[in-house]
C-alpha cells in the first residue's frame, strides 16, 4: 500500500515523530553533559576561592591547585558556631540557593507585616532555619587565610563573591566578585581587579573591636580602613556589595573574633538593615542607604 507523503496526516505523523526523536535526542545529549558541566562549575568556584587569596590557575588546574593549598572546609550555623557534623559538605552548599530560599520567603510571607517580617528576620538570622554557611581555610604565604563566600542583589540581579580574612580574624588579604547582568561599564566593573584590589587591607572591626564590615561607597577609601570607593555610575551595585558584604560578615563575627583572640563575645546576630526598607522578594539596596550608609548619586 502506498503512503500518500502529501497528505495531512503524513505531515502530521512525521512532525511529531521529527519532535520526539529530535526531544530524545537532545535530553539523552543534555544527560551525558551534565557531569562535565558539574564539573567545570566545581572548578569555576575552586578559581573563585584561590583568586580571593592571590592564586591564579587555569581551570584544568584548578582542582589539584585547591586540594594543595586547601587547610579543611568548615560548615557554620547562623551563629557562627562550626557545626561538628554537616549533612552536607561545605563545598556542596548552594549558597545562593539558601539565599533565595531564606530571604525571598520571609519577604513574601510577611509583605503586609513589617513588625513581623522584621521579628522572622531576627530569628532567621540567629538560627538559621537549617541554613548553614561555608568557610574555607587555606594556605597563603604559610599562613592560615579564612575565604568567605556570599551572595547578593544588584541593580539587574544576584551578585556574589568570596572575601578572604587573615589569620587575625579582621584583615582582608583578597576579594573577588562577580555578577549574572549588571550594566557593562558601570556596576559590571565588580569583577575587574581595580574594584577589588582595593579591599586588601581593609578591616572589619573598628579599633574599639566592634564590627563595621565595609562599605562601598563615594570617597570610601579616603581615610578609611573600613570602606573602598564605589564603581562610578554604579551606585546600586555598589550599594549592593555593601549589603552583601556587612550582612555576610555579620553571620561569621563570632567565628571571626575567636580567631582575633576572643576579646570580645558576639551578641545575638542582627541584619545590618531596616526591616522597612525592604523589598518583597530581594534586597532593595537603593532603598537601604540611610542603614548602611551608602553611597547616594
Do not use: C
Not at 537601604?288 to 548619586?297: K, N, R, V
Amino acid at each position: 500500500m502506498a503512503v500518500d507523503v502529501n497528505s495531512n496526516k503524513y505531515t502530521f505523523i512525521f512532525a511529531t515523530v521529527m519532535v520526539i526523536v529530535v526531544a530524545t535526542v537532545l535530553a539523552l545529549a543534555s544527560e551525558s553533559l551534565k557531569p562535565m558541566q558539574k564539573k567545570n562549575v566545581a572548578n569555576e568556584k575552586r578559581q573563585n576561592i584561590l583568586t580571593s587569596i592571590g592564586v591564579e590557575v587555569e581551570a584544568a588546574e584548578a582542582e589539584a591547585a585547591y586540594d594543595e593549598n586547601l587547610v579543611e572546609a568548615l560548615v557554620l550555623d547562623a551563629n557562627g558556631q562550626v557545626v561538628d557534623e554537616p549533612t552536607v559538605g561545605a563545598f556542596d552548599i548552594d549558597v545562593l540557593k539558601d539565599y533565595k530560599a531564606g530571604l525571598s520567603g520571609i519577604y513574601k510571607a510577611n509583605a503586609d507585616d513589617m513588625e513581623g517580617m522584621k521579628a522572622a528576620l531576627l530569628a532567621w538570622g540567629k538560627d538559621g532555619n537549617g541554613v548553614k554557611y561555608p568557610l574555607f581555610v587555606l594556605k597563603k604565604g604559610g599562613e592560615n587565610v579564612y575565604v568567605v563566600p556570599m551572595v547578593g542583589t544588584g541593580l539587574w540581579g544576584p551578585i556574589w563573591g568570596y572575601v578572604t580574612v587573615a589569620g587575625d580574624g579582621e584583615t582582608v588579604v583578597g576579594a573577588v566578585f562577580d555578577h549574572k547582568s549588571e550594566t557593562p561599564g558601570l556596576g559590571a566593573e565588580i569583577n575587574q581587579a581595580s574594584f577589588q584590589k582595593p579591599f586588601e587591607g581593609k578591616t572589619i572591626f573598628d579599633e574599639s573591636g566592634e564590627f563595621t564590615g565595609i562599605k562601598v561607597m563615594k570617597g570610601g577609601a579616603k581615610g578609611s580602613e573600613h570602606g573602598v570607593d564605589a564603581i562610578s555610575g554604579g551606585t546600586i551595585t555598589s550599594n549592593g556589595v555593601t549589603e552583601m558584604i556587612v550582612r555576610t560578615l555579620k553571620i561569621y563575627e563570632p567565628y571571626l573574633l575567636k580567631l582575633k583572640g576572643g576579646a570580645k563575645t558576639a551578641e545575638v546576630i542582627e541584619l545590618p538593615v531596616d526591616s522597612a526598607a525592604l523589598a518583597l522578594d530581594s534586597l532593595n539596596v537603593e532603598l537601604i542607604g540611610d542603614s548602611l550608609e551608602l553611597s547616594a548619586e
